[in-house]
């Protein structure tokens, strides 16, 4: 059963999509159900990108489905080993994954777009934390989002909960590219195409060592860089000779992730 979250593969690229009418909220089954999705991403050694959207034009996702809560999900169910939509806090996921955001995202749903690298938003998109005005604490925006953008614009974000509409997310480096409505997902594939053509060992380098090394002063990130199994995978490749070679025979290197 997919709980309403749909896949596809291209090739190195997989394509997630939440959709569930009318307005692709996420219950128990559907987080469950994501965070198998990325896990089962993470583990396969053919896939390299993947891309988050929602089905439609007007939702991304607005988070946790209340319907399903006044049916008696609690807060603090299980909703998986990444937490709810699979992203707040995946296990060892060091591949680059896409938010195409085609619609509303608050709640939940915005914190599942802060679980990814690259942020592609439809011109009429807007985000949202509104779980103030119910008294609910928005945890993993909270710890997420002051890291993404200057902290007193965080701050007073998550403290109104009002909407951030797709200029003002771009103006503060939220969103990577504001596109045409309906454009989202297009320019969300022209990029993962993009991205298939690189380095595949860099992009867990990349992932492991920012994401280990954030909280760290210079000093200690650099002596964390020197122990990363990743990094050292890089150091050691095939890929690093084959990249010089490239350059110095001015052609397009020949990646095979060894």
Same mark, same amino acid.
């Given at each position: 059963?997919?709980?309403?979250?749909? $896949?596809?593969?291209?090739?190195? &690229?997989?394509?997630?999509?939440?959709?569930?009418?009318?307005?692709?909220?996420?219950?128990?089954?559907?987080?469950?159900?994501?965070?198998? *999705? +990325?896990?089962? +991403?993470?583990?396969?050694?053919?896939? @390299? &990108?993947? &891309? /988050?959207?929602?089905?439609?034009? @007007?939702?991304?996702?607005?988070?946790?489905?209340?319907?399903?809560?006044?049916?008696?999900?609690?807060?603090?169910?299980?909703?998986?080993?990444?937490?709810?939509?699979?992203? =707040?806090?995946?296990?060892?996921?060091?591949?680059?994954?896409?938010?195409? *955001? =085609?619609?509303?995202?608050?709640?939940?749903?915005?914190?599942?777009?802060?679980?990814?690298? /690259?942020?592609?938003?439809?011109?009429?998109?807007?985000?949202?934390?509104?779980? /103030?005005?119910?008294? *609910?604490?928005?945890?993993?925006?909270?710890?997420?989002?002051?890291?993404? &953008?200057?902290?007193?614009?965080?701050?007073?974000?998550?403290?109104?909960?009002?909407?951030?509409?797709?200029?003002?997310?771009?103006?503060?480096? #939220?969103?990577?590219?504001?596109?045409?409505?309906?454009?989202?997902? $297009?320019?969300?594939?022209?990029?993962?195409?993009?991205?298939?053509?690189?380095?595949?060992?860099?992009?867990?380098?990349?992932?492991?060592?920012?994401?280990?090394?954030? $909280?760290?002063?210079?000093?200690?990130?650099?002596? #964390?860089?020197?122990?990363?199994?990743?990094?050292?995978?890089?150091?050691?490749?095939?890929?690093?000779?084959?990249?010089?070679?490239?350059?110095?025979?001015?052609?397009?290197?020949?990646?095979?992730?060894?």
């Amino acid at each position: 059963m997919d709980a309403g979250i749909k $896949t596809k593969k291209d090739g190195a &690229i997989l394509e997630v999509t939440i959709d569930r009418p009318k307005a692709n909220a996420i219950d128990l089954a559907a987080s469950r159900r994501l965070n198998d *999705v +990325f896990s089962a +991403f993470r583990d396969d050694a053919e896939l @390299r &990108i993947a &891309i /988050i959207t929602g089905a439609g034009d @007007r939702f991304f996702s607005p988070g946790w489905d209340l319907k399903a809560a006044a049916a008696g999900e609690k807060s603090d169910e299980d909703w998986g080993v990444g937490g709810f939509g699979g992203l =707040n806090y995946p296990r060892n996921l060091n591949k680059p994954i896409i938010a195409a *955001v =085609n619609g509303i995202a608050c709640g939940g749903g915005f914190e599942v777009v802060l679980g990814t690298d /690259i942020i592609v938003m439809d011109e009429h998109a807007k985000f949202a934390l509104p779980e /103030i005005n119910v008294g *609910v604490l928005a945890d993993a925006g909270t710890i997420k989002l002051p890291r993404r &953008i200057p902290y007193h614009v965080a701050m007073e974000f998550l403290m109104t909960g009002r909407w951030m509409d797709a200029a003002e997310a771009k103006h503060w480096g #939220l969103a990577h590219h504001v596109v045409p409505k309906g454009q989202a997902m $297009t320019k969300a594939r022209e990029i993962a195409r993009q991205l298939t053509e690189g380095p595949p060992l860099l992009f867990p380098a990349l992932k492991q060592l920012i994401r280990h090394g954030e $909280t760290l002063s210079e000093h200690e990130a650099f002596t #964390l860089h020197d122990s990363l199994d990743a990094v050292q995978r890089v150091v050691r490749s095939e890929d690093l000779k084959e990249g010089a070679r490239a350059f110095a025979e001015k052609r397009k290197p020949r990646w095979t992730g060894r």
